[in-house]
């Protein structure tokens, strides 16, 4: 089975570029909302990381999410797409002077602060602008989730967030100064997560150290559990969607909330990673020795998951309905890891065949570099293609 795409469409369009199929996008929101919504005091904020588009921004703002940013560059973005600036949250474990600054001016919902130096810094600018800045505390959980090593972040050695027995620690040093104000505490425990179990061991951990903070008679305005849900890049078309309801139900079973407390979400790749493609043109096959290699006119620069983390993303000849042949599939970079899958069935392929790059909204677009000279990847909407 294949994606639907306007393929006769296509052809009017540069090779390679982002396609996004809003109608998912927009179903995909939709389902976060009514099952998000479910739930008292759930509040959902997109991962801006994942991807940046502007077109993808203002919808995901249309459907009411704030926004999680990592860096000054983001919330420079977000405030263009219209989110207000108290659905911002601010994480990041380097923030440069000018961003928190920046941060400060749009009078964000919160920063998440990864050390004791960076919250200094915090109540150093903001009483010099005469604010007082929300902080949260990102907490190491110790929690390490089943996914690749490169993005797995919450295990205890590892640069992100705070060490667990720090926590009340930084928790008083913030209530002691004069310019900042504990809202909260973060986590977050890596990406690309399918079992359930992972989110709940988390909710355990969190549980615990809310008995503990509560004997030291320390309040929590707001638990933050980052984001984390994986998609299903083997079957984009049986699954676009990933299981929402399981995933806020696990929060909602297993997590006990204090009265008004507020339960925020920063999703990205599950918000965004199935309304993307990638689509390029083939420019050549090329019999090997005993391989096919099909070579397209994208490769790593445009898309780097496979080169990156050895990522898998399922590849549609949308030109051909030939017999299934086996194909290495390979980009024009002069990198022997610009390789996008290696023994895959592609209907039988030829020079100028559009082929897509399936599930490729998250982190492909935003993370598309100029290397070689490269021209950087269009994103072009299905609305704008209708
Ligand atoms: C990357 C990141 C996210 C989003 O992760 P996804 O796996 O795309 O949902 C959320 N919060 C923080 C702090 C992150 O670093």
Same mark, same amino acid.
């Given at each position: *089975? ?61 459907? +009411? ?5 990592? %860096?000054? #560059? ?17 994480? $990041?474990? +380097? ?19 990864? %050390? ?10 903001? #009483? ?5 800045? !929300? ?28 060490? *667990?027995?720090? *926590? ?21 425990? $890596? =990406? ?45 078309? !049986? ?20 009265? $008004? ?15 993307? %493609? ?40 949308? %030109? =051909? ?15 022997? =890891? ?12 030829? !020079? ?11 982190? +492909?677009?935003? *993370?598309? =570099? ?8 269009? $994103? ?7």
């Amino acid at each position: *089975m294949k994606g639907n795409f306007p393929t006769e469409k296509f052809k009017e369009i540069e090779t390679p570029f982002y396609y996004y199929d809003t109608d998912l996008l927009r179903t995909t929101l939709h389902t976060i909302n009514s099952e998000a919504g479910k739930h008292d005091n759930f509040v959902v904020h997109y991962a801006v990381k994942a991807n940046a588009n502007p077109k993808l921004l203002g919808i995901i703002r249309e459907a +009411g999410l704030g926004a999680d940013c990592v %860096s000054g #560059g983001e919330i420079t973005a977000v405030c263009k797409a219209g989110f207000p600036g108290n659905s911002i949250v601010f994480a $990041g474990v +380097g923030k440069a002077d000018w961003e928190i600054n920046l941060a400060l001016d749009k009078d964000i919902f919160c920063f998440n602060v990864e %050390s004791t130096a960076e919250l200094e810094v915090i109540n150093e600018l903001a #009483g010099k602008k005469g604010k007082k800045a !929300r902080v949260a505390f990102r907490i190491n959980p110790n929690v390490g989730a089943h996914t690749h090593a490169n993005i797995t972040t919450g295990l205890a050695e590892n640069k992100f967030g705070i060490a *667990m027995r720090d *926590m009340e620690k930084v928790i008083e040093e913030a209530q002691n100064m004069e310019h900042v104000t504990f809202v909260g505490l973060h986590f977050h425990i $890596g =990406s690309q997560i399918l079992d359930m179990g992972d989110f709940e061991a988390l909710c355990n951990r969190i549980n615990d150290l809310q008995d503990q903070l509560e004997r030291q008679h320390i309040q929590v305005e707001n638990i933050n559990v980052g984001g984390g849900l994986g998609i299903d890049y083997q079957h984009p078309n !049986r699954v676009p969607m990933p299981d929402f309801k399981a995933y806020f139900d696990t929060y909602a079973k297993h997590l006990r909330l204090r009265p $008004g407390q507020k339960l925020h979400f920063e999703l990205g790749r599950a918000v965004v990673a199935q309304c993307g %493609s990638l689509i390029a043109k083939t420019l050549y096959i090329k019999q090997g020795e005993v391989k096919k290699f099909a070579i397209l006119d994208a490769g790593m620069t445009d898309l780097i998951r496979p080169a990156l983390y050895q990522a898998y993303h399922k590849i549609e000849n949308l %030109s =051909s309905d030939g017999p299934m042949e086996t194909y290495d599939v390979v980009g024009p970079i002069c990198e022997s =890891s610009d390789v996008f899958a290696k023994h895959v069935e592609l209907n039988e392929s030829h !020079r100028g065949d559009l082929m897509a790059l399936r599930s490729a909204g998250a982190y +492909g677009e935003i *993370m598309a =570099s100029g290397y070689n000279c490269r021209h950087l990847p269009q $994103g072009y909407t299905s609305d704008e293609l209708k």
